[in-house]
């Protein structure tokens, strides 16, 4: 009986996989010492596809079904085992089942700064990271490129190769496009689409297609950002004077309701136009326009009487405003 059920396990006639583990891309069905009954089942479950190969060539690709191996199920196998003379006994190969479900959420990023010429800042180094997506379309291929004849095959053993594919894809684009990295950083969604598209062929060559691509940030080094971003609070106090005369012109309604009324803010009206003046004047780096603290409270006295005979109704609010904007005119 022992002697019986030890032939019995030389004899496969039950063939499927599920995948036990997480990532995994390929993995060999276990054969060693063991032969595939004629007549046997394989089970080929949705997002899977199962790889005869018989001495190192491959006879004959699954896709999701069940499949009773017969001549009618293995053409190329049968051919190459003469089954189509009726030569009904075992046979062995090797039977590889992979993984077509797409990998998701698979990251990718810059490990060294890109060194660029830019537009605006010269010579810059850039980073960028993202994710992308990807699942196996052609096995065939995937087997004779990537996985051979490895017991188990990983997403994890592949990312290193496609990041690296990625990476020289990216450093070949900042290069060439010539887009200011302002620009670029503006622009992720359309940067994203135009690396796909690069990316795609590169990506088939190795039996995979590309899902997806998504650039998340594209960055300056810190001691560069930090001089981009003072850049941009220059921008923003360029006109400090400008800025200063329009919130003292929106305060004056509000403060001719409080105790005190327009003239309480004298003082303060006069000191804050020349500080904006002063700073307007340093950073444009020609001497700052005076004003004299009479000419503010002339204007100040004239806007509170102005306001006086809006609140009598002498006056309408469309009047006062073109007034005060003409008054506050006369200090810049």
Not at 84 to 92: G, I, L, N, T
């Amino acid at each position: 009986m022992a002697l019986i059920d030890f032939i019995r396990k030389q004899f496969v006639d039950v063939i499927h996989w599920t995948e036990d583990a997480e990532g995994v891309l390929a993995v060999r069905h276990p054969m060693q010492d063991c032969e595939i009954q004629y007549g046997a089942q394989l089970t080929v479950r949705e997002s899977q596809a199962a790889v005869f190969v018989d001495e190192g060539l491959i006879a004959d690709v699954f896709g999701p079904g069940r499949y009773t191996l017969t001549t009618r199920t293995l053409p190329l196998l049968t051919s190459l085992k003469n089954w189509d003379k009726q030569f009904e006994s075992p046979f062995k190969s090797d039977v590889y089942f992979f993984s077509t479900r797409l990998q998701l959420d698979r990251r990718w990023g810059t490990p060294n700064p890109i060194t660029v010429r830019d537009r605006d800042f010269g010579m810059v180094r850039l980073r960028a990271f993202g994710i992308y997506a990807y699942g196996l379309r052609d096995v065939r291929r995937f087997h004779r490129e990537i996985s051979g004849t490895r017991q188990r095959y990983t997403v994890d053993e592949l990312d290193g190769q496609l990041r690296s594919l990625v990476i020289a894809s990216m450093s070949d684009l900042f290069g060439e496009s010539g887009v200011p990295f302002l620009d670029m950083a503006a622009n992720q969604d359309e940067l994203s689409r135009i690396l796909k598209g690069r990316l795609d062929p590169v990506f088939e060559r190795y039996g995979l297609t590309l899902d997806s691509f998504a650039v998340q940030s594209v960055s300056l080094p810190e001691e560069l950002q930090k001089i981009l971003d003072s850049r941009i609070g220059m921008n923003m106090v360029d006109d400090l004077g400008r800025y200063t005369r329009y919130q003292v012109a929106n305060s004056i309604p509000l403060a001719a309701q409080n105790e005190g009324g327009v003239a309480g803010i004298g003082a303060g009206l006069g000191a804050g136009l020349g500080i904006g003046q002063t700073m307007s004047a340093a950073l444009a780096q020609t001497p700052p326009a005076a004003i004299s603290s009479g000419a503010v409270d002339e204007i100040v006295a004239a806007l509170e009487k102005l306001h006086g005979l809006v609140a009598k109704g002498i006056l309408s609010q469309a009047e006062f405003d073109a007034k005060k904007s003409e008054l506050l005119g006369k200090l810049g």
